[in-house]
């Protein structure tokens, strides 16, 4: 028997009342490896969106998720979960500390350019928008990135965070218009 | 999926419920095989859990105001498999229908006793339960004299990315629930009933709270947990 998956709703304004759980810290700063990605959401108006909450989910450096499904030899962190949330500030901000993930398998044989999945979540947002951040040093593994290499150049490009400084990346989120970052149904 | 989430989930642009009009995205989604990305996702432990995260009634000094209740049910994946051990996270207004929120401008009492949200994690069958109070529905600034039914937030992981849900709780006979773009922008009334919670007798504690039933389902390619998750 299948039964209906329960409808999403919107997440609101008044969010923060839960957020107690999670951090945009998922890694200590500082610690090995440890580098910032920031940016900003983007309304269609081009105005900030400073209500929205971000989530990201990523493997280890070395390339593997902290999960059952994920049972390849690969090491496990145990201080690593892998997860952090964080919402914007007024004007559209947010910052996490995190590391790189490792590649990860995709379909068959074929390795997954390193990646973040990233949901976002906003007053104004009825269902969760899922996309990924990959990495803009990263452009030999990106190039064979069975994922990347489906999209048009304008949704790919949205994808990619730009090296921002010294262990930085730059990654915007624009949820509507011209620039808009691609979003995947999952 | 495509096909399953544009009858259940809203659509993303619903003119009726005007902060989409400026942030739904306008390209479709973007179709993706699930990959090991997808199919995994965080769990959470006990270690997450504070002594109180599961009745709201009890975080403070004193006792909030307002209607005491419980809200229960289970966790389920599209093939009525429990998921079991998933953290449950909600979140809501006061009794006078006040987020315990600096953004929220209403002209209705702060409750000292209340701050409203709390988390739990499913049992071994997927089963939750919350002590609460009723929240009170609050105004918005959507349209002229547009109220929002009493609800209460939910957010739910399941086993993966990919099972992912945030969404709202709301009560059986309430005469707001049709006057709600929110609730409306689910397109198929059957999905619609989905969430909104029946008064359960069984639920109810004689003599100390009344009770409601709402059970949920989560989608994704990850849905049928794992013995071990
Ligand atoms: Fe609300």
Avoid at chain 1, 72 to 78: A, N, S, T, V
Avoid at chain 1, 158 to 181: H, M, N, V
Avoid at chain 2, 59 to 87: C, N
Avoid at chain 2, 123 to 150: M, V
Wanted: contains cysteine; hydrophobic residues 40%.
């Amino acid at each position: 028997m299948t039964a209906l998956p329960t409808p999403s709703q919107t997440v609101g304004p008044f969010f923060a009342i839960m957020t107690a759980l999670g951090s945009n810290e998922l890694v200590a700063p500082g610690a090995p490896g440890a580098m910032e990605i920031h940016g900003q959401v983007f309304d269609g108006a081009g105005d900030p969106v400073g209500d929205a909450l971000i989530e990201l989910w990523q493997a280890n450096r070395a390339g593997r998720y902290a999960h059952p499904a994920d049972d390849r030899e690969l090491l496990l962190d145990p201080d690593f979960t892998g997860w952090g949330r964080c919402h914007t500030r007024p004007d559209g901000s947010f910052r996490f500390i995190t590391v790189k993930p490792g590649p990860v398998p995709g379909d068959g044989e074929v390795l997954q350019a390193p990646h973040i999945n990233v949901s976002v979540f906003a007053r104004g947002l009825l269902n969760r928008l899922a996309t990924r951040i990959y990495f803009g040093d990263e452009a030999r593994a990106n190039a064979a990135d069975p994922v990347l290499v489906a999209l048009g150049d304008d949704a790919r490009e949205s994808l990619i965070a730009a090296p921002d400084g010294p262990s930085a990346f730059r990654f915007d989120i624009r949820l509507q218009g011209e620039r808009e970052t691609a979003f995947f149904a999952i | 999926m495509d096909g399953e989430r544009m009858s259940v989930h809203p659509p993303q642009l619903y003119p009726a419920y005007r902060s989409t009009v400026l942030r739904a995205p306008s390209r479709p989604l973007i179709p993706l095989k699930p990959t090991l990305s997808e199919i995994t996702g965080p769990l959470f432990g006990e270690e997450t859990l504070g002594p109180f995260d599961d009745d709201l009634t009890r975080q403070h000094a004193g006792e909030p105001q307002g209607q005491r209740i419980i809200v229960a049910g289970r966790v389920t994946d599209g093939g009525g498999q429990p998921i079991p051990h998933t953290l449950v996270e909600v979140w809501q207004a006061n009794a006078a229908g006040r987020y315990a929120h600096e953004a929220d401008k209403h002209a209705a009492p702060l409750d000292p006793n209340f701050t409203g949200g709390g988390r739990c994690l499913t049992d071994g069958e997927g089963r939750y339960r919350f002590t609460t109070i009723k929240p009170g529905a609050y105004p918005w600034a959507n349209h002229p004299n547009a109220w929002r039914p009493a609800h209460i937030h939910f957010s739910l992981f399941g086993p993966s990315h990919a099972s992912r849900l945030i969404t709202q709780m709301y009560f059986e006979g309430d005469p707001l629930l049709r006057y709600d773009p929110i609730l409306e922008s689910v397109p198929d009334p059957t999905a619609r009933e989905c969430l909104v919670a029946a008064f359960d007798t069984d639920l109810t504690e004689e003599g100390w709270a009344l009770g409601y039933r709402f059970d949920i389902v989560l989608g994704g390619p990850g849905a049928t947990p794992s013995e071990d998750a």
